[in-house]
């Protein structure tokens, strides 16, 4: 089930984050590990947060900003179900995504998000926070 998050689902959403992050994100440093996990409750209110339930349980989230989707992540013990996958056609048929930016080093992102139509148009040398992490810029 998709449903909108709450202010009080925020530290489920930084349990999912984290989970998601340590085992998809391996290229990053600590140190900027530390500094996302400090300042992404803070892009929390700059993008419509929508959540997917499994049994009651908060499994997987995304952030929606315009024709955008902002982020994306699932908890690692649900990788794999189809929920991003689910969660993406949600955004399209509701929101009309039509873009998202990822990482170039988080290869299993770039091929999730390829399977599912997405072409790379552009890409920038850093992240949004001017930090060595280069980002590919992908359309349907």
């Known amino acids: 089930m998709i449903r909108r998050i709450k202010v009080g689902d925020y530290p489920r959403l930084m349990q999912i984050w984290e989970?998601?992050?340590?085992n998809t994100h391996d290229f990053l440093k600590n140190e900027d590990f530390l500094y996302y996990k400090e300042h992404i409750?803070?892009?929390?209110?700059?993008?419509?947060l929508w959540g997917y339930e499994s049994k009651g349980v908060l499994v997987g989230f995304m952030g929606?900003?315009?024709?955008?989707l902002e982020m994306l992540f699932i908890d690692h013990e649900y990788r794999g179900e189809g929920i991003g996958k689910q969660m993406i056609a949600y955004a399209r048929d509701s929101f009309h995504i039509k873009r998202v930016d990822?990482?170039?080093?988080?290869?299993?992102?770039?091929?999730?998000?390829?399977?599912?139509?997405?072409?790379?148009?552009?890409?920038?040398e850093t992240d949004a926070q001017g930090k060595?992490?280069?980002?590919?810029?992908?359309e349907l």
């Open 19 to 22: 989970s998601a992050v340590l």
């Open 41 to 48: 409750p803070l892009y929390f209110e700059h993008v419509s």
């Open 64 to 68: 929606i900003a315009e024709d955008s």
């Open 102 to 124: 990822v990482n170039e080093q988080n290869w299993q992102a770039v091929g999730f998000y390829k399977h599912l139509g997405f072409k790379v148009i552009d890409r920038s």
């Open 132 to 138: 060595a992490y280069p980002v590919l810029h992908l």
